[in-house]
């Protein structure tokens, strides 16, 4: 049976201000359908229109998850029957599941400090400010292989820096490989895998050199560090997405994956400021996204491959997001996705699901991905992680098997650029 999940919650999910009990008697619900149907868009749809009540986070055909508001639980299953869905229960208080989570994570930072050795374990979920402690002491181990630089700053005043990781031969102008995550706060475990993708070209030259012989990569950690950090500061907060300048009087934030000037605000995202999936008050209102776009332009000529990490799928994504159309060079992008999927599939037997973004998920107009390919980047992917927990809070004992997994395909499609596009 393919596999559907939706994700629901309520009102404007995240965008007001802490309450008590947030998430008490939400439940998680798995929707079993053959294949992705016109009666499951129509499902959709119809939940789509009552943000109030409802936000579909995933209504492709992998695995996602479903939270049902408890005043809407009688309501979704009876839509649910209309259109002859089968369903079960995975988790009947997601509430008691995101305190039981949070009070292991304290523990945890208890128990594993950073200690600003250069090094950064899986056993647990870091801070902003700790991941950029991280990279500047890693480029104080390695000065002639990595590189920190302050490359803006978010609303909220936090500074955004990126890693530059070579092989320390000194030659310039080498391709890039640009890698960027935490666009979305409560994805955790995107941060963490791009950290242990750091850890891996730094630590483990031995195994990696192919990738750096004549590449460079520069990598973004987290994008949106204001909304990362909001997301920690209790279950109550947890499952905050979007940035944290106000939108309007009443709500906070802008989707920074809508918020490009490619295609802005058409399809798949919104006009209006307390959405999930707001696009800004104009493309590029969002200081974040201006950082994000800066990199892409100052890199488009030597760029070779844009990778954003995000959860939850698993989806290996390429453009187009706004429209179904796809790019004359599909066939590449194509190529280079599959090289992961093998990969993955060949160590874990996970099994990522890739195409088009709208083709395999949704339309997700303005987004970074399509930005990046059409700056110049020949190859350019959204990276959707698979889920855990409720969905995008897989709990710690999880990270290590996650961020393993995705750079076993991350490096599988590095390869694959790095025989595709060699240093001219």
């Not at 305190?99 to 950064?120: E, K, S, V």
């Not at 195994?207 to 994008?223: E, K, S, T």
């Not at 707001?278 to 776009?293: H, I, L, Q, R």
Request: proline share 5%; with cysteine; glycine share 8%.
């Amino acid at each position: 049976m393919g596999v559907l999940w939706i994700v629901l919650a309520l009102s404007c999910l995240g965008l007001t201000e802490v309450q008590s009990n947030k998430y008490e008697g939400f439940k998680i619900y798995e929707v079993q359908t053959k294949a992705r149907s016109a009666a499951m868009d129509q499902a959709l749809a119809e939940l789509a229109k009552n943000e109030s009540y409802y936000e579909v986070f995933s209504s492709g055909s992998q695995p996602a998850r479903i939270m049902v508001h408890p005043e809407e639980q009688v309501n979704f299953v009876q839509l649910m029957d209309g259109h002859s869905l089968s369903y079960k229960v995975l988790n009947n208080n997601v509430g008691f599941t995101l305190r039981r989570q949070f009070a292991r994570n304290r523990i945890l930072r208890n128990r594993f400090p950073y200690t600003g050795n250069g090094r950064l374990g899986t056993e647990r979920f870091y801070s902003h400010g700790e991941i950029n402690q991280f990279i500047e002491d890693l480029a104080e181990k390695h000065p002639r292989r990595v590189f920190v630089k302050t490359v803006g700053k978010s609303y909220e005043r936090r500074l955004m820096k990126t890693v530059t990781i070579t092989n320390g031969d000194g030659r310039r102008n080498k391709n890039i490989i640009f890698v960027d995550g935490g666009f979305h706060a409560r994805e955790w475990i995107s941060p963490a895998a791009v950290v242990y993708l750091i850890d891996e070209l730094v630590n483990n030259l031995a195994d990696n050199a192919d990738l750096l012989l004549d590449y460079d990569w520069v990598i973004l950690p987290v994008v949106n560090p204001d909304g990362y950090e909001y997301t920690q500061l209790s279950e109550e907060t947890r499952m905050w997405r979007k940035t944290r300048k106000p939108s309007s009087p009443d709500c906070i934030g802008t989707d920074p994956n809508r918020n490009f000037d490619f295609h802005w605000n058409e399809e798949g995202a919104s006009e209006d400021p307390c959405a999930q999936t707001y696009a800004g008050s104009k493309a590029f209102s969002e200081p974040e996204a201006v950082v994000v776009s800066d990199l892409i332009h100052s890199y488009a000529d030597r760029g070779k491959m844009y990778l954003t990490l995000h959860s939850f799928g698993p989806y290996i994504l390429y453009p187009w997001g706004w429209s179904s159309d796809l790019p004359d060079t599909v066939d590449d992008l194509h190529e280079v996705a599959k090289a992961g999927f093998d990969a993955i599939l060949e160590a874990t037997g996970t099994l990522y699901e890739i195409g088009s973004s709208t083709n395999v998920l949704y339309v997700a107009a303005g987004a970074s991905d399509d930005y990046a390919f059409n700056a110049g980047f020949p190859i350019s992917f959204t990276m959707e992680l698979p889920p855990g927990g409720t969905g995008f809070d897989p709990p710690a004992s999880a990270i290590d098997d996650m961020v393993k997994e995705t750079w076993v395909g991350i490096a599988a499609m590095a390869r694959k650029v790095v025989q595709k596009y060699p240093l001219a």
